[in-house]
C-alpha cells in the first residue's frame, strides 16, 4: 500500500511520508523483532518516500533501541531519504531517546523531532497519571533546536 500512495504522490508533484508506527513496540504484538523492523523498512525503502519515520507510539522505547534502530533506518533508506523520529514521553525517556538519535550513527539524518507528549492509553496501562504539562521538541540534527513547552 505505501508503493502506491508514494507513486501517486509523486506523480503529483507531492513530497511523500511513510511513518512506521510501533517501531519499538505495539500494544498488542509486544516488542517489535530488529527483523522485523527491517523488513518493513525494505519495503518502504522499496517504495521510494521522500521521507522515513519511525514512530515509537506506545513509548517504550530506550536509548539503545533508538540508537540501534536509527541505525537500521539509516543502513536500509540511506542518507538522500530525509527522516524523522517520533517519540512520547510515556516512561520519562523521550529526551535520552532523543539524544540517542543524534549520536553519531545518526549524523545522516537530515531531520528529526521529538514529541514529548502523553500517551493516554498506555499510561493507564502502565498505572501511571496524567501529566500537567507537555513538552514538544522540534529539531534539525546540526542545526540549533527549538524547544516549546505548554500547560
Not at 514529548?116 to 496501562?125: E, G, S, V
Request: net charge positive; glycine share 8%.
Amino acid at each position: 500500500m505505501a508503493a502506491v500512495l508514494v507513486e501517486r504522490a509523486r506523480r503529483a508533484g507531492l513530497f511523500s511520508a511513510v511513518t512506521i508506527g510501533a517501531s519499538f513496540g505495539c500494544p498488542f504484538e509486544g516488542e517489535v523483532p530488529v527483523a522485523r523492523l527491517r523488513e518493513v523498512l525494505s519495503l518502504v525503502a522499496d517504495a521510494g518516500p521522500d521521507e522515513v519515520a519511525l514512530a515509537d507510539t506506545i513509548g517504550v522505547a530506550v536509548p539503545s533501541d533508538v540508537t540501534e534502530r536509527v541505525g537500521i533506518a539509516m543502513e536500509i533508506a540511506g542518507p538522500g531519504v530525509a527522516s524523522r523520529l517520533h517519540l512520547h514521553d510515556t516512561r520519562n525517556t523521550a529526551v535520552a531517546n532523543a539524544v540517542a538519535a543524534s549520536r553519531p550513527v545518526s549524523r545522516l539524518w537530515t531531520r528529526a523531532s521529538a514529541v514529548l507528549a502523553d500517551a493516554p492509553l498506555r499510561r493507564t496501562q502502565l498505572g501511571m497519571s496524567r501529566p500537567k504539562t507537555w513538552s514538544t521538541c522540534s529539531a534539525g540534527w546540526g542545526s540549533r533546536p527549538a524547544w516549546t513547552s505548554r500547560d
